[in-house]
């Protein structure tokens, strides 16, 4: 089961983590996993790449995690905002049985 959470506060996002491997099927072949990874690293790679927002990333097998290093300004909030919308796809598409996605308001 992989495990996704978004940490969120009035003026914008915080961090996101996400961490374990779908078991859908066996490694190398989990189009699950291959889903998740893509559009959590696409995402980073665009906000560091294409924002003015910075982030302090950490990332190890089966494990990837980001904090906003300031605030996130309005195109990087956009391109969460892209994130968690293909992840509620993925959570709903498969009935949550591989992907579990908690949005914590602070």
Known sequence: MITATVVKNPDGYESFECKG???F???GRDIVCAAVSMLTINTANSIM????SKLNVDENDGFLSWQFDGSCDKDAC???DSMILGLKSIEEDYNGKYLTLEIKEV
């Open 21 to 23: 491997h779908a078991g």
């Open 25 to 27: 099927m066996k490694k």
């Open 49 to 52: 790449t294409l924002t003015g």
């Open 78 to 80: 956009l391109l969460m």
